[in-house]
């Protein structure tokens, strides 16, 4: 394949042979229009920009740009069908390595520009259109989201170069066609020795962790795996970093938290079982510890938490594994809850990539009044 044209293009240009592009796009994201068994059908992908007006989206990721684009294609689709007793075909060609954040980009909105792409595709969805997401290359986290996730149907190629992150091992095990018990099978069966993988913010001394060098080296060290057992290793290496990890600063969170609460008594799961005096929550005064979302799906990491609980004297709680999805299913959960209570905000609301779990603050204090070296925080 030539380096100077991606997947997504070439699979576009392949699916709609010399088909004229729709005109008023940014040059990352291309649309045209085709025929399956006759019927007509709107392909979208997104591709490499060089001259990108954000750097961060030259290679083919989804910013801002590109997220609002794809929602005008998508919109534009439902508009022009609208009338129609039956609504053409959306196929959304996937290859995009990431979404595209900086510093610019999340004081703009790409998480609106991100969100209004999901939106698009899920009222196009609604509104009767068959999606289709067909991954062709990469499909990584929220670029995924915006650009084929919200398909009735995802067909992915059996090839090296296709990579699916969803940000979930639930989301993993769908996309893969597992269950997450096999997941961890893999993982059981490998050993990640052979693996060096990063340690992210290995010097800092605080409680603040990130995954982001450690999913790009997994991510290129995937695209050299030829066997079973090397997936299997992979997948064993990547989980006990993770893992690693958390338990590091968990258990620095622990230590603090009992510092500054000398007060609090090692957990009694006894105490749980007896009615609490008048006017006292049961357990305020133990060590308790809640993990919930997605991480707690991992068998090892709830272990692994499990094991440093116990060991300051904490009470482990986390819910059913039933109930542990990925990032993006919560988000979309909540904001469910806030539309069906009439809680929406005008399209020229305030960006917050960091948004407080306290309502209360967070729609008292909206605007963001700290700036990291990462962009503005909460």
């Known amino acids: ?43 979208i992908t997104v591709v490499p920009d060089a001259h990108n007006h954000y750097p961060r989206a030259a290679q083919g990721e989804v910013g801002l740009l590109e997220g609002w684009t794809l929602a005008k ?38 998480h609106q520009a991100l969100a209004g792409a999901a939106a698009a595709y899920a009222n196009a969805r609604l509104a009767g259109h068959p999606v289709i997401g067909l991954i062709v290359g990469k499909a990584m986290s ?48 490998g050993d990640g020795s052979r693996f060096e993988l990063p340690r992210a913010l290995l010097g800092r001394k605080d409680c603040d962790f990130s995954f982001s060098g450690l999913k790009t080296a997994a991510s290129r060290l995937a695209a050299t795996c030829e066997t079973e057992q090397d997936k299997a290793d992979l997948a064993d290496a990547v989980q006990k970093a993770i893992a690693r990890q958390l338990k590091e600063r968990t258990e620095r969170a622990m230590k603090a938290y009992l510092e500054s609460h000398p007060e609090l008594v090692p957990y009694d799961p006894s105490s749980l079982k007896q009615p609490s005096p008048a006017g006292e929550k049961v357990g305020t005064q133990q060590r308790l510890f809640v993990v919930a979302g997605g991480v707690a799906a991992n068998k090892t990491i709830r272990q692994t938490l499990t094991d440093l609980a116990t060991k300051y004297g904490f009470g ?61 925080k909460a």
């Not at 170069?161 to 069966?189: C, D, F, N, P, Y």
């Not at 399209?347 to 990462?374: F, I, T």
Request: charged letters at 25%; one cysteine or more; aromatic letters at 6%.
């Open 73 to 110: 294609v998508v919109s534009e689709t439902i508009a022009l069908d609208a009338d129609n007793d039956v609504k053409r075909p959306i196929v959304a060609v996937i290859d995009v390595p990431s979404q595209a954040y900086g510093r610019r980009e999340e004081a703009f909105g790409i």
């Open 142 to 189: 929220g670029a995924f989201l915006a650009h084929g996730y919200q398909a009735n149907r995802l067909i992915a190629f059996n090839d090296k170069g296709v990579l699916i992150h969803a940000m979930g091992k639930a989301s993993a095990a769908r996309i893969t066609l597992r269950t997450v018990e096999a997941l961890e099978k893999l993982a059981a069966k």
């Open 1 to 43: 394949m030539s380096n100077s044209i991606s997947r997504g293009e070439l699979w576009l240009e392949t699916l709609v042979p010399n088909a004229k592009r729709l005109a008023g796009l940014c040059p990352s994201v291309q649309a045209a229009d085709g025929e399956l068994n006759g019927e007509p059908v709107r392909f």
């Open 316 to 376: 482990f709680f986390a819910p059913p594994l039933a109930f542990c999805t990925d990032n993006a299913a919560m988000i979309a959960l909540a904001g469910a809850e806030r539309l069906e209570k009439g809680w929406v905000s005008d399209l020229d609301a305030v960006a917050r990539p960091r948004w407080p779990l306290d309502e209360a603050r967070a729609m008292g204090d909206p605007v963001h009044k700290k700036q990291g070296r990462q962009g503005a």
